[in-house]
C-alpha cells in the first residue's frame, strides 16, 4: 500500500521495540528518527571489525579487548530498545509518516546490514579466521570433542609452520574432510616412531609424565567406555605440548613409522592423543599447500571454560 505524503498515524511503542531487535536502529527509523538510527545501527556493527583485529595480533589485553567490544555491542542492542521505546511512547499522536517508513524500505536496510555482515563473515572466512568443531578425541587432551576453535588463514602467509605448531588441513584421505594435528617435524627432519617413541632428527623426544588430576574437568567417554591413559609433555626443540597415551581398548591405531625424511614442502603430524588417531603414520608427510592454517582459539569449549581462549600447548 503507498503511503501518502502528509498521512498521519500514530506510532506504536511494541512495533518499535520490535523493529529495534530485528536490528539496532530499525525502531528509531520508524519513530522519524533516520539520523539516529542509521548511527545506532553503525555503532552495533563496528565491533564485530575490532574483534577481528584484535585476534590478528597476539596482544597481552586481547581479551579485555574483545570482551569489552562483546559488552560495548550489547550496550547498543540494549539502548537501542529501551530508547525507540521511550521515543515511540512520547511520539505526537498525529507523526507524520515519512518517506522512508515503508515496509519494504526497513526490509531494504536489514538486507543491507544482514549482506553486510555477510559479506564480512565470508570475506573473514576466505582469507582471516574460520571457524571449526572438533567432533573426535585424536587430540585429546588439547582439543576435546565437540570443542570449538578458531584457524588463524594468516599464520602462514609467510612462514612455514614450525614444530609443536597444531594445524588444520585437508585430510589426503577425502578432500571434503578437515584434519587438525600437531607438527612434529618440518622439511628436512628425518623422523622415526617406535613403540610410541618418537625420534627426530636421530633424537628421542623427552616426556615429562604429569599428573592424572588435570584431567578432571576434562574425562570424556569412547563408544561407552572412560578413556583412560596417561598424560605427558613431549618437549620437541623448543616447543613443549601435551600427549595423551591411551590405554586398552583405545589404543588400536597406535602406529610405528620407519625412519624417513620429511621431503621438501611437507611437513609431518601426528595426533595428541597417540594412540587413537590417525595421522602422518597413516597417511604420510602432509604437503603444505593443503594447510589451512594455524589452531589458535577456543572460542566455545566443550568442556571447563577455563580452556577459552588461545589453544594451549
Not at 521511550?86 to 526497513?106: D, F, I
Not at 589426503?172 to 632428527?201: L, S, Y
Request: aromatic content about 10%; glycine content about 6%.
Amino acid at each position: 500500500m503507498a503511503i501518502e505524503m502528509g498521512k498521519t498515524k500514530k506510532r506504536k511503542p511494541l512495533n518499535a521495540i520490535v523493529l529495534s531487535l530485528i536490528m539496532p536502529g530499525l525502531g528509531h527509523v520508524y519513530c522519524g528518527r533516520i539520523v539516529k538510527g542509521l548511527l545506532l545501527t553503525f555503532l552495533s556493527s563496528i565491533f564485530v571489525p575490532i574483534i577481528l583485529i584484535t585476534l590478528m595480533f597476539d596482544v597481552p589485553i586481547k581479551m579485555v579487548i574483545i570482551g569489552m567490544s562483546i559488552l560495548a555491542s550489547l550496550a547498543v542492542a540494549i539502548m537501542a530498545i529501551i530508547d525507540s521505546y521511550y521515543v515511540a511512547k512520547h511520539a505526537k499522536l498525529n507523526y507524520e509518516l515519512k518517506e522512508y517508513n515503508r515496509w519494504y524500505v526497513y526490509l531494504l536496510l536489514i538486507l543491507i546490514s544482514a549482506g553486510g555482515s555477510t559479506e564480512v563473515a565470508s570475506n573473514v572466512k576466505s582469507n582471516y579466521f574460520e571457524a571449526f568443531r572438533v567432533p573426535v578425541a585424536a587430540n585429546y587432551p588439547t582439543i576435546v570433542p565437540n570443542d570449538r576453535f578458531l584457524a588463524n588463514k594468516l599464520a602462514y602467509r609467510s612462514k612455514n609452520p614450525k614444530r609443536g605448531d597444531m594445524i588444520v588441513f585437508i585430510n589426503p584421505e577425502n578432500r571434503r574432510q578437515n584434519f587438525i594435528k600437531r607438527v612434529v617435524a618440518v622439511a628436512g627432519d628425518t623422523i622415526e616412531i617406535k613403540d610410541n617413541e618418537v625420534h627426530v632428527n636421530n633424537e628421542k623426544l623427552e616426556i615429562q609424565k604429569l599428573p592424572q588430576k588435570m584431567l578432571d574437568n576434562i574425562r570424556i567417554k569412547i563408544n561407552g567406555k572412560p578413556l583412560e591413559g596417561d598424560v605427558f609433555y613431549e618437549i620437541n626443540g623448543n616447543a613443549k605440548y601435551k600427549i595423551f597415551l591411551a590405554k586398552p581398548p583405545h589404543d588400536k591405531l597406535s602406529h610405528d613409522f620407519a625412519k624417513t625424511t620429511v621431503p621438501e614442502h611437507h611437513c609431518f603430524v601426528l595426533g595428541d592423543n597417540r594412540n587413537f588417531t590417525r595421522d602422518s603414520r597413516h597417511v604420510g608427510p602432509i604437503p603444505l599447500a593443503t594447510i589451512k592454517g594455524k589452531a589458535d582459539y577456543l572460542y566455545c569449549p566443550s568442556k571447563d571454560w577455563s580452556r577459552f581462549g588461545k589453544i594451549s600447548k
